[in-house]
Nanobody, 121 residues
């Protein structure tokens, strides 16, 4: 089986920084685009950032210039460096990735369990 495990969430004041990590483990053959999503209370889950295996990145307009996504393919890990945090960044952050395992030739989407980020004074 495959697991995605996030870490690094917490409480921070506006203007502060946090770094999230998401490590994939299991019988992994290949991982596609790795992405971060977030869900604020009462709102739908939204895409925050994504990164391809080749390092191409994309960001939601709301986080451009403040967040940086990176990836360590050797460790099957994706990171999200979040700077200049705002109260509206509050939510549960999830990582997501399509992963191919040794048990088949197709990619299936996996989600982590989520990590809470709270930005408040």
């Amino acid at each position: 089986q495959v697991q995605l495990v996030e870490s690094g969430g917490g409480f921070v004041q506006p203007g502060g920084s946090l770094r999230l990590s998401c490590a994939a483990s299991g019988s992994i053959v290949s991982i596609g685009v790795m992405g971060w999503y977030r869900q604020a209370p009462g709102k739908q889950r939204e895409s925050v950032a994504g990164i391809t295996s080749g390092g191409t990145t994309n960001y939601a307009d709301s986080v451009k210039g403040r967040f940086t996504i990176s990836r360590d393919s050797a460790k099957n890990t994706v990171y999200l460096q979040m700077n200049s945090l705002k109260p509206e960044d509050t939510g549960v952050y999830y990582c997501n990735a399509p992963i191919r395992t040794y048990y088949g030739s197709d990619y299936f989407a996996y989600w982590g369990q989520g990590t809470q980020v709270t930005v408040s004074s």
